[in-house]
Antibody, heavy 120, light 108 residues
Framework: QVTLRESGPAQVKPTQTLTLTCTLS??????????VSWIRQPPGKALEWLGM???????YYSTSLKTRLTISKDTSKNQVVLTMTNMDPVDTGTYYC????????????WGRGALVTVSS | EIVMTQSPATLSVSPGERATLSCRAS?????LAWYHQKAGQPPRLLIY???TRATGIPARFSGSGSGTEFTLTISSLQSEDFAVYYC???????????FGQGTKLEIK
């Protein structure tokens, strides 16, 4: 059974760095073709893709956020980590991790999401 | 950057009727997916490759289109279908995803 689970702080202060972890189960990111992305959603608004890491440890980021983002993986722990620097109140929202495969490129499994509030 | 525009923003339809949702890309694309999202839940994949239903998705959901114009049709709406629907495109190089702003499908 494929599952993804986000974990991390529920609140951070402006200018701080956010670190979220996505724990994978039922599949391995070391398998050829596997990818994990981070996607966020401000309250009541649309989805926004942040970035992706693939089975070969290649990373790709949203053009508008790439200077603030780092995605890494720990295959031994089956985890993917998102780091976002210089957090601002506009970054408040639910952060999801989701799986895609190179065969379809669509997000077939999603975590339940982690709500992050940026406030002093 | 490719912009995805969905219409209408809100669609009111009665149960049992057909719903048609549109998605337009600002330039030609080759990879399109549809999701729906219910309140408090993550999105669920419905369609990928513009017209292929994801695993477990009922046949009343169908996707069509190519180039810049795409459509999601729900043939006979069930109560569980009322949700927000998103289209999403994928660029192979450099890899990037873009979502539309969503269409809220509500009960008439």
């Amino acid at each position: 059974q494929v599952t993804l689970r986000e974990s991390g702080p529920a609140q951070v202060k402006p200018t701080q760095t956010l670190t979220l972890t996505c724990t994978l189960s039922g599949f391995s990111l070391s398998t050829s073709g596997m990818c994990v992305s981070w996607i966020r959603q401000p309250p009541g608004k649309a989805l926004e893709w942040l970035g992706m890491i693939d089975w070969d440890d290649d990373k790709y980021y949203s053009t508008s956020l790439k200077t603030r983002l780092t995605i890494s993986k720990d295959t031994s722990k089956n985890q993917v980590v998102l780091t976002m620097t210089n957090m601002d109140p506009v970054d408040t929202g639910t952060y999801y991790c989701a799986r895609s495969m190179s065969s379809s490129w669509a997000f077939d499994y999603w975590g339940r999401g982690a709500l992050v509030t940026v406030s002093s | 950057e490719i912009v995805m525009t969905q219409s209408p923003a809100t669609l009111s339809v009665s149960p049992g009727e057909r719903a048609t949702l549109s998605c337009r890309a600002s330039q030609r694309i080759s990879n399109l997916a549809w999701y729906h999202q219910k309140a408090g839940q993550p999105p669920r994949l419905l369609i990928y490759g513009a017209s292929t239903r994801a695993t477990g998705i009922p046949a009343r959901f169908s996707g069509s289109g190519s180039g810049t114009e795409f459509t999601l049709t729900i043939s006979s709406l069930q109560s569980e279908d009322f949700a927000v629907y998103y289209c999403q495109q994928y660029d192979k190089w450099p890899p990037a995803y873009t979502f539309g702003q969503g269409t809220k499908l509500e009960i008439k």
